[in-house]
């Protein structure tokens, strides 16, 4: 398959932490600048966190900004997004996305790219 593929979402208390992976095709993981996007139930798909091809350059949005680290294996071809002291806001489907650049530029508009995954729900409880 060509698409990225996430898992590692689940039910977690106020305070707590997850960490989500995304599973890339080696054909293109190596050439791909990465981001993580989340959507919320009646609410617009927003950039969660982004990361360069060769994860040089890293880049997050203000309201993850502090908790959630972005990261690469690019011998494993896998983005994770590490998330701690998560809030009920941050309750959301996450979805993983890429596109081959070759800059180390970090982009977080959601038609920035081109690769997208099926998404894995992260819920927190108060």
């Known amino acids: 398959q060509g698409q990225p593929v996430e898992s590692g979402g689940g039910l977690v208390q106020a305070g707590g932490s997850l960490r989500l992976s995304c599973a890339v095709p080696e054909r293109i993981f190596s050439t791909y600048s990465m981001a993580w996007f989340r959507q919320a139930p009646g609410k617009e798909r927003e950039f969660v966190a982004g990361?360069?091809?060769?994860?040089?350059?890293?880049y997050y949005s203000e309201s993850v900004k502090g908790r959630f680290t972005i990261s690469r294996d690019n011998a494993k071809n896998t983005v994770y997004l590490q998330m701690n002291s998560l809030k009920p806001e941050d309750t959301a489907v996450y979805s993983c996305?890429?596109?081959?650049?070759?800059?180390?530029?970090?982009?977080?508009?959601?038609?920035?790219?081109?690769?997208w995954g099926q998404g894995t729900q992260v819920t927190v409880s108060s």
């Open positions: 990361i360069s091809r060769s994860g040089q350059t890293t």
């Open positions: 996305a890429g596109k081959a650049r070759w800059t180390a530029q970090v982009y977080t508009g959601f038609g920035d790219y081109d690769t």
